[in-house]
């Protein structure tokens, strides 16, 4: 029999490993930063076209390198910073492994510009499919500039599945700010299509985390240091009042490298415990230093994934310095409370809840009013569900609520026949509404209900040629992340569907000329800014746009949980909710009410 294992040419060796350092152009982008890093730049510039689709370059003042060392950076595993086995285990510098350049130039058309100080001509490589097509000299001032250009050329099925460019350039922004939070004392700046996204001077750590996000946040920032003898805990922590329903503001580094770990995540959700909600994230950049050698970072690719000898004694370190830096700035509760409903926690909702889309009577328009559909309402709709099936309380997010009766569609177009004296429903814990029916009791969450309604709604309004518009008296001024301004700007005609104007002002300005006729206007910002977060999150499922936009929007305009509702404001929703297609469950599949029999409840007390 002949022999049939063979070794791989270099090129597929190359393209093999680039299929694991180099999944989309933030991989390169991610790349190329921490080898400017390495070579002890001061200045570097992210240059980027399409979202890294048609061009990457990084340019730096380092060291640059020497010819040989050029030649030489685009071989498989050739490495500056390792040396031997030991090595591996005391790394400190951001790349290591030798795969990067070799990887992106099998996958890309590469272009290398590099000087050392004292040279009197820089080094002038291009390379195409990992083959060098051309070397020479040429003039440039110290350092280094890496061109990638036209990436996965060679490689046509990843690059059809790439994302529209706002999504690659959120990604891309994203290894951005990881890398910049790391290193402020180095000035950074980033020009997507000739325009300028960032320019951030070197500084202290809290000048460049304003630079990256918000300036608002300035003195919602709570200062974290702590020294032990395992390990430093440096950096900032957000107070309640900016935490938000979404993931996307928490960064730990550990040696300047960003790490992903839910372990060390819940160290810091428990520092918070009786502060935020379950489904609430703090902000924080935090920054652990610990002996290399009591860390193997040596797990994965991307080195994101690292081992502590010691896991457990770095999560209490970290709870008890997050929580001894809250309480300080006394936000942090003294006492333990048996009562979730402590002072504490009141006060802290009372702040949160000013940043969250007002809702109550008192709102110059009711925005439950601004439901209104054009199907009618169904003033006798208890009776529809009489001898309804009886559904556990506890919801569990998984499976939606299914009732077999509702299965053949005639449900709801069934005409009622019997007049249901009208009961006044009741209000509990300020999130769920009680209502009496002839056959028992209906639980309704305010809030999975009322997104439900905003959802059909948003919907609806997306096959219509035009929503009703209110126009402002006086225009609003909203701002977005700079990393998020390119997605906001690719959904603005979609809101516009929805009845919102808004046009853009220059940077991460926005003005709102007008919005949805019976939309409540009042922080306008928060409301955008978990749409925003919202329509993020909801890229990972399969939906269309406008079921993304609807969606996201429905959530981020939806009354919250823990908001009073007047008696005439809980009839309309339960009016408007049982005039929905589907008013089982939310658009993510959580129940909006259950059943309760009254044979049910009276088994409850025998």
Known sequence: MADIIKLLPESIANQIAAGEVIQRPASVVKELLENAIDAQSTNI??????????????????????????????????????RETNDLFSIKTMGFRGEAMASIASIAEVELKTKTEGSELATLLKLRSSEVIDQSYCQSEKGTTV??????????ARRKFLKTDSVELKYILEEFKRVALAHSDIR?????????????????????????FRKSYEDKL?????????????????????????????????????????????????????????????????????????????????????????ERLIYNYLKV????????????????????????????????????????????SNPIASTTRS???????????????????EDDGEEPLFIPSAATGDLLSATANIECEEKQPLQVHSSYILVQIKSGLIII???????????????ENFSR?????????????????????????????????????????????????????????????????????????????DLSRDENLARSMAYSAAIPRGKSLEPEEMKHLIDELFACQIPYTSPSGKKCFVTYELNDLEKLFN
């Open 465 to 541: 040629t035009k929503e009703l518009v209110q126009k402002q008296l006086f225009p609003i001024t909203i701002n977005m992340p700079k990393d998020k301004v390119a997605m906001f700007e690719e959904i603005i005609p979609d809101l516009k569907s929805l009845g919102f104007e808004i046009q853009t002002f220059g940077g991460e300005t926005f003005i709102v000329q007008g919005i949805p006729a019976g939309f409540q206007e009042n922080n306008l910002q928060a409301t955008m800014d978990m749409l925003m977060d919202a329509y993020l999150e909801n890229m990972k499922l």
């Open 188 to 212: 950074f700046k980033v020009i997507h299509n000739d325009n300028e996204v960032y320019s951030l001077p070197e500084g202290t750590l809290k000048k460049r985390l304003l630079g990256i």
């Open 445 to 459: 969450d305010q809030h999975q209900a009322h997104v439900r309604v905003l959802y059909e709604k948003y919907l």
């Open 222 to 310: 709570v200062r974290i240091e702590e020294e032990t003898d395992v390990v430093g805990i440096t950096g900032y922590v957000g107070n309640p009042e900016i935490a938000k329903k979404q993931k996307g503001e928490q960064y730990i580094f550990v040696n300047k490298r960003f790490i992903k770990s839910n372990y060390l995540n819940h160290a810091i959700k428990m520092a918070y415990q009786q502060l935020l909600d379950d489904k609430q994230y703090a902000f924080y950049i935090l920054f652990l230093e610990l002996d290399p050698e009591k860390i193997d970072i040596n797990v994965h690719p991307t080195k994101q994934e690292i081992k502590f000898d010691d």
């Open 45 to 82: 510039t992210l240059v980027l076209k399409n979202s890294g689709k048609t061009l990457i370059q990084v340019i730096d003042n380092g060291i640059g390198m020497s010819e040989t060392d050029a030649r030489m950076a685009f071989e498989r595993h050739a490495t500056s910073k390792i």
């Open 321 to 364: 310095a997050i929580k001894h830096g809250l309480g300080r700035y006394s936000l942090s509760p003294q006492l333990d409370f048996e009562n979730d409903d402590s002072f504490i926690q009141s006060s802290i909702r009372q702040k949160v809840d000013k940043l969250k889309p007002q809702s109550s009577s008192q709102s110059r």
């Open 147 to 156: 061109s990638v250009k036209n990436l996965f050329f060679n490689v046509p």
């Open 375 to 393: 199907a009618p309402v169904m003033r006798n709709w208890q009776s529809l569900y009489s001898g309804l099936e009886t559904i556990d309380l």
